[in-house]
């Protein structure tokens, strides 16, 4: 059999063909799905369309065309050229949801069996589900996070909004830190810093964060290559901790293998799992996590306390830095009960990892508390306000890479000593309480 001969067949998936259809109408969903027809011409070349049925296309491609690359690589790209750019319909900008799955299939197909055959094959490496939206206020609240959720994307990719820079430090030595946090920010046009973390819940309720998540991502990348000392984190979406996002084994790649490349990178990152939903597919995520683990990336968990995963999902990510939800620092001055929470959920994170941050110290008083309680490491806007410089001289960024590296390296690949596995057990209890906690905040 030659190469030219040879052919996959690709299932592209619309995801979110039903919510489309609920929000804006069968047309909508039809043009979309005829957008992604258009959009797989543009990005495979020649191609032959076997059926467009419902939230489906399959498509026959030629070898070829995938020969440079590993298919789970090609079916990523492909899909990312799909869904990097809304599909516009009636005045609207509507986000796709969009995986595929491929199967290897020879010569051209033949008969119908073949292709049934090959068709399942296809199918079975689809992992995204369809996402729906209920009638009534559900479509409205849909249409309304569409808005929202494509707003940031067009802000991002307009540069609108730009990645800042939060220090976290000890709260007895400012100059000593440890990393710099990423975190979004739109410029105003007196250049004042908006926060966008109404349009990023748009863009979770949707399902998307991915779309954002991935850019960011790469955007860090960029400013570990560009600075060979800088240590730095982003946050990560719970929805987007997958290798299989766009089907199997087609979720992340290029990141992957940028890392594994690179390990001078990979060791001076840290993703952080912004625990603001619970975690869909914790199979899915467990392994991804030990992944960028193994390639010698830190792994972080932020809002301890008020997340939504449990306690039995955060001791299995091992996180490498747990930082505390900034609401019990904030509120620690509203009575004595709410200062000792602040002790306690210091102390129950310890028992996940050695690198505790507490968030939300905005004030000297919050400083003060955070100090008497033992935090080693703390972030707010009074040991400084995000900002497009990352404020350390060139002897301070080798001093906090050493910092960086001895606090976070014993973390790195270890298992939690058993005892600190019955303590987090016996805190379950306590843990589950935050959640009232949190409402109250």
Not at 387 to 405: E, H, I, M, N
Request: proline residues 3%; neutral net charge.
């Amino acid at each position: 059999m030659k190469l030219h001969q040879a052919e996959h067949l690709l299932i592209i998936s619309l995801n979110n063909f039903h919510a489309i259809e609920a929000a804006y109408g069968p047309d909508a969903a039809r043009a979309a799905i005829d957008h992604l027809c258009h959009r797989a011409r543009q990005h495979l070349g020649r191609i032959g369309l076997r059926s467009a049925d419902g939230s489906r296309i399959m498509l026959t491609a030629r070898y070829p065309l995938m020969q440079s690359l590993p298919v789970e690589r090609l079916v990523e790209k492909l899909c990312e050229a799909i869904d990097g750019e809304p599909f516009r319909y009636n005045g609207c900008d509507i986000l796709l949801s969009v995986s595929a799955g491929q199967a290897f299939v020879g010569e051209h197909l033949g008969r119908a069996q073949e292709m049934e055959a090959s068709a399942r094959l296809a199918a079975s490496t689809l992992r995204q589900s369809q996402i729906v939206v209920r009638r009534g206020e559900g479509v409205a609240l849909y249409r309304r996070d569409m808005e929202q959720a494509a707003a940031l994307l067009r802000w991002v990719q307009d540069g609108e909004a730009v990645l800042s820079w939060r220090p976290v430090s000890r709260p007895r030595d400012g100059s000593t830190i440890l990393y710099y946090e990423a975190m979004l920010r739109r410029v105003g046009e007196n250049g004042e810093q908006m926060d966008c973390a109404a349009n990023y819940a748009a863009l979770e309720r949707l399902g998307l964060p991915h779309l954002l998540d991935r850019l960011l991502v790469r955007d860090v990348i960029r400013e570990l290559e560009a600075d060979p000392a800088a240590c730095l984190s982003v946050a990560v979406s719970p929805h987007s901790l997958s290798s299989n996002l766009h089907g199997q084994g087609a979720g992340w790649t290029d990141l992957i293998d940028r890392l594994g490349r690179e390990p001078s990178l990979a060791r001076r990152l840290v993703i952080e799992i912004g625990d603001n939903s619970g975690i869909a597919c914790f199979r899915d995520a467990l392994s991804f996590v030990r992944t960028l683990r193994g390639l010698g990336v830190r792994i972080s968990v932020a809002r301890f306390g008020s997340g939504q995963a449990s306690i039995g999902q955060l001791m299995a990510l091992s996180p490498d830095v747990v930082k505390l939800d900034s609401p019990f620092m904030r509120t620690a001055y509203e009575s004595e009960r709410n200062r000792l929470r602040v002790g306690h959920l210091l102390g129950l994170a310890r028992t996940m990892s050695s690198t505790v941050i507490v968030d939300g110290v905005d004030s000297p008083w919050h400083l003060h508390i955070a100090a008497e309680e033992g935090a080693e490491w703390v972030t707010g806007s009074h040991l400084g306000r995000p900002s497009a410089r990352r404020g350390w001289t060139k002897g301070d960024r080798v001093t906090s890479l050493s910092t960086f590296t001895s606090a976070l390296h014993h973390h790195q690949f270890s298992e939690k000593p058993a005892r600190h596995v019955a303590q987090s057990l016996l805190c379950v209890h306590a843990t589950r309480a935050t959640s009232a906690i949190s409402d109250s905040v």
